[in-house]
């Protein structure tokens, strides 16, 4: 049985990704994710340092008055693995993304990102 308390790391760790996508901070979305991270999608292919320069590049949606409209869908948890999966609303997009984590070391960490734009054709 998964404690209440793995349930809030894993939302904090949420909490923490969608703020570092809205307000563009690298550094926080580094600190949740593995170093040997993947992010995939339809057609790319990315490691996590060419996703963070991307994000790095790209407008800030905080600064350019963007809602902060990201939603939590769901989280599950079986042993030292879970599943989150989100409603990511960016700039034009509205990215479902389902996040793998691993506890290792006592400590979750994203390990893979796969995502899909629902606008998209």
Request: include cysteine; charge should be negative; charged fraction near 30%.
């Amino acid at each position: 049985m998964t404690s209440i308390n793995e349930f809030e790391l894993l939302y904090d760790i949420v909490q923490d990704y969608f703020d570092g996508l809205h307000y563009g901070d690298v550094e926080k979305l580094r600190s949740i994710f593995h170093a040997d991270a993947f992010l995939k999608a339809p057609g790319s292919r990315r490691s996590l340092e060419q996703w963070l320069s991307a994000v790095a590049s790209r407008p800030v949606p905080s600064q350019q008055g963007r809602s902060y409209d990201f939603k939590l869908l769901s989280i599950e948890v079986i042993k030292d693995q879970a599943m989150v999966k989100l409603e990511c609303p960016l700039f034009e997009h509205r990215y479902i993304d389902f996040l793998g984590l691993l506890k290792e070391d006592g400590c979750w960490k994203i390990v893979t990102k796969m995502y899909t734009d629902l606008k998209a054709e």
